[in-house]
């Protein structure tokens, strides 16, 4: 004996549709016909976090020590790389201009009868030279030269010796190359991260 069930299948009316929503109310019309605008909708409040600063800079360069430090930020030093820039550029050049002067003065002894081996001295080799420059416009074009080399070279010390102190944002990932101690007697570079 066989036993079988069948089922139909039930028809629902289901709808993914939702129910129409009520008309918008008709504007109201003022006394003399005119159209009066609606009023402006509610908006909805969202919450932020205090901690996190999502639209500010991303350093703030001009803290000033004892300011206090707005939420979502934390301070650290950077080196002054305007000084540091300026000065090796200044520093550079002046010094690579001296040197192949020197040099040219070394290889050319029999024409100027004049050593140049004092310009290959940073920024107090100009100034060494004028003792064997006879030359008015020779020891003003050293002069310059050392002062320039002197200028150059106290910039990129004072950028590298006096770091400022910045604001920057939390949020922001951070990846630097520091020393770092290997096994009991070796030292190399790693790299530290924050996230």
Do not use: C
């Not at 939702?18 to 003022?30: G, H, L």
């Not at 205090?50 to 004892?66: C, F, M, N, T």
């Not at 206090?68 to 540091?84: A, F, M």
Request: no cysteine; aromatic share 6%; hydrophobic share 40%.
């Amino acid at each position: 004996m066989v036993l079988t069930t069948a089922t139909a299948p039930r028809a629902f009316a289901q709808s993914s549709q939702m129910p129409p929503s009520q008309p918008p109310p008709a504007s109201a019309v003022a006394p003399n016909g005119e159209y009066v605008a609606p009023l402006a909708q509610q908006t909805q409040q969202v919450y932020v976090p205090q901690s996190v600063a999502l639209s500010g800079p991303r350093v703030i360069k001009d803290y000033d020590e004892g300011d206090p430090i707005p939420p979502g930020y934390h301070p650290d030093t950077q080196i002054r790389k305007g000084l540091v820039i300026g000065g090796s550029i200044t520093f550079g050049t002046m010094y690579i201009l001296s040197v192949l002067t020197g040099a040219a003065m070394n290889d050319s002894k029999s024409l100027t009868k004049t050593d140049g081996s004092y310009l290959f001295i940073p920024v107090a080799g100009p100034f060494l030279q004028m003792t064997r420059t006879s030359t008015s416009l020779g020891n003003t074009v050293l002069a310059i030269d050392g002062i320039a080399q002197a200028a150059g070279a106290v910039m990129l010390i004072v950028g590298l010796t006096s770091p400022k102190t910045v604001l920057i944002r939390n949020d922001l990932a951070e990846i630097r190359v520091t020393p770092v101690r290997l096994g009991q007697d070796g030292n190399g570079l790693g790299l530290v991260g924050t996230f």
